[in-house]
């Protein structure tokens, strides 16, 4: 079974072949960019085809349930519609998947749900790195206004940090939004 | 002032959802108790998926895409209601310039008329079928689409088969022009700003506005999903209102700088103003037309079951979908004006019929002998 994978990330889409190779599902091409689409998708000739959705390309598959000149083989529904938890969660995980006529459906939700797991992952995988990187952030933040204190009150490194500690807990603001006052305070006092 | 309601609707950026982005943006939504999410979205397909499983309350839909949602033509069945029709026409054909000069070499008559164009385009596609040529490939925007029944009913009537003459391919309406530039495809049939952009690039030369082919064309319309019709009827009445204050706004010419510039927005349109606006005006190839872009309003924004009726026949023609009496008024439901009714009262205006360039008249009591009166159409 040939599947194709067309994805803007490519570190997303790296992941999902990733999964579907251990999977067992040995055939799998990568489309990274959508120009002439349509051309390409047919070349590799696929029976099922993931998307995901913040792809403005998708509407370009859509044709494919047409028959027309432009369609060589015309594609089927992906899951079941009675199946509507299935749809619900490749939405909300941000795939979409097309299917070629005749495949049998247990094969076909095998694939739909590693994509939504590997999707759900990739997800994880970008919000913890989020917040890592404003982790670091405020960090920076709380150093930069440690040394203003301590350089403008002739405190300690402990002490200047206790006293934004205060401060935070009397305004019930966090330690960073302390911090970026600090230095918003004293770029206007220079 | 009622408790407030939440309503979450999906859109497409295009100039013809102003009434919706005036509605919220001018806070009448708000005033009728209306907590209104407005979500930029990338792909129809995804605003029927989204409608399907409940993410949104509501959607600036293609017209004829409500009747494929509902009753399950493509993919994924999504039921909705065509509450108000938001927009008629809007759309235009544009070729490149190499197709351009081809058609004016062919042609037999006024370029302006519709008919001459497509003979002269049915000529084009001969000699490059007998010089062993790459068939044309114009551009559309969805299967379910205005845009692509108007390029079919035009061609048809020069005696092209669109399905076997020439490609008809779906492209994302921001990446027409590009594709025109690059001669990937020859010609497209999209919404504004697209054409004009096309044109002062020079990459394109505009043919036809939509309303030479079809008008006045149900073009897009504010789809509500079913079950929140049924449930919250006076949500639904609710939002009809508030998008007609939005109408009445943005038809006003006193009003188009202002909505120019709100639809300018990178949340909303996204595109420069000062395009925005010449669309408003109905400025189109340089010349006005009252007719580009019509929004709907109290007076000619009512769904009607003929509207329906008509789109249904132009996706039976095509072979989206089966004309049969049960799907025909299934189909005639979807463009329920019951909603509409209660808000603007009860003097119903008549729908205007959709007239075309040429072919014989739509009569929806008799869909079969319309679909027969056409020598082209796909296999049934």
Redesign the interface.
Known sequence: MKIVIIDESPIRSAILEEGLREAGFVDVERIDETH?L?KRVYAIDPDVILID???????????M??????VRRPVA??VD?AD?AS??AS?DAGV?AYIVDGLKKERIKSILDLCVSRFNAFAKLQNELERARSDLEERKTIDRAKGILMKARKLSEDEAYKLMRGAAMRESKKIAEIAQSIITASELLK | MNATRQVKIGFIPLVDAASLFVAVDKGFAAEEGLDVELVRE?????IR??L??G?YDAAHLLAPMAIAATL?L????APVVAAMTLAMNGNAITVSPDLYASLAAAAEGDLGDPAVTARALKEVISSREKRNAE?LTFGM???FSTHNYQLRYWMAEGGIN???D???????P??MVDNLAKG?VDGFCVGAPWNAVAESAGVGVILHPGSAIFNPAPEKTLAIRAQVAERDPARAEALIRACLRGADYVRAPENRDETAALLAHADRVGADAQTVRRTLEGRFGGEENKDYLIFGDAACGRPDAYQAAWLYAQMSRW??ARLSPDALSAAKRVFDPTFFDAVTGTAHPRTAPVAAFSGSSFHEQDIEAYLDSFAIR?AR
């Open positions: 002439n349509l959705l913040e792809n403005p390309s998708r509407d370009e598959l859509e044709q349930f047409q028959v027309s000149r432009a529904m992906f519609q509507s749809i619900q939405v979409s | 990338v792909s129809w397909s995804n998926d989204r399907a499983i993410h399950g493509s993919h994924v069945r068939p925007t969805f299967p669109p399905d076997t020439l490609r008809l391919v779906v492209l994302p921001p990446y990937q072979g989206q796909a």
